[in-house]
């Protein structure tokens, strides 16, 4: 069965360093997105892309974060200068598209800012 | 600004009993609501959608009905289970946002043997 798979599934970063958390999202979907989990709260909506550029971003999203899908299989979070604040667990998802609006998420990576 | 309230609490019910869970959601409209299921340290997995002109939906042990009066959402999981115990999710959701998903907080469940 297809998934999305992500990629470290731990990284540890010294603060103010960049970090790139990378995805595969299963290969006919349209919809990509980021969403973020700090331990013990909910998960939360960072950006989503279709059509190569960002559709929509949270507040959370700010100047710190980009994305971009550098070919046709990969979709890829940088963070410039990470935070402490940014340790979570970030969740890459997919989506089919407009009739299938259900979201297929990868197993996530731990992000560690120390 | 949208709220989306689930029951804050673990919920614990014995196994073979029905669990039912809530969402409540206020200052938005969606035009359909979904569930997840969140194992510990995991991605959320998609369980059931539901659009706001269907009163109920069923998937096996699953049911999800859904109140746009009442803005409310009720999934429930029949007979339940141990391997049912987990955290579910709902994230109710407009059209056009480019199916971002906005979560509730969710709710946890233990089902005890």
């Known amino acids: 069965e297809p998934e999305v798979t992500q990629t470290p599934s731990h990284q540890v970063t010294q603060m103010g360093q960049e970090v790139i958390l990378r995805c595969v999202p299963i290969?006919?979907?349209?919809?990509f997105y980021w969403y973020r989990q700090i331990l013990g709260q909910k998960v939360e909506f960072l950006v989503s892309?279709?059509?190569?550029?960002?559709?929509?971003k949270s507040e959370i999203f700010d100047d710190q974060f980009s994305v971009e899908r550098p070919d046709g299989s990969n979709f890829t979070l940088k963070i410039r200068s990470t935070k402490l604040e940014d340790s979570a667990m970030y969740f890459c998802?997919?989506?089919?598209?407009?009739?299938?609006?259900?979201?297929?998420f990868g197993q996530g990576t731990r992000l560690t800012v120390v | 600004s949208q709220k989306i309230e689930q029951n804050s609490e673990a919920l614990n019910i014995q196994e073979g009993k029905t669990a039912t869970l809530t969402c409540n959601y206020t200052?938005?409209?969606?035009?359909?609501l979904q569930w997840y299921r969140q194992d510990p340290g995991r991605g959320p997995v998609f369980l059931l959608l539901i659009r706001e002109n269907e009163k109920e939906k069923r998937k096996e042990r699953l049911k999800v009905t859904f109140d746009t009066t009442l803005k409310q959402s009720l999934f429930h999981i029949t007979a339940s289970q141990p391997a049912d115990s987990a955290t579910y999710l709902c994230?109710?959701?407009?059209?056009?946002?480019?199916?971002?998903?906005?979560f509730g907080a969710g709710t946890r469940l233990a089902v005890h043997p």
């Open positions: 998802a997919s989506s089919p598209g407009d009739k299938n609006t259900e979201a297929f």
């Open positions: 200052n938005y409209s969606p035009a359909y």
């Open positions: 892309f279709y059509n190569n550029e960002i559709s929509e």
């Open positions: 994230a109710p959701t407009r059209t056009g946002g480019y199916n971002k998903l906005i």
């Open positions: 290969s006919n979907h349209l919809y």
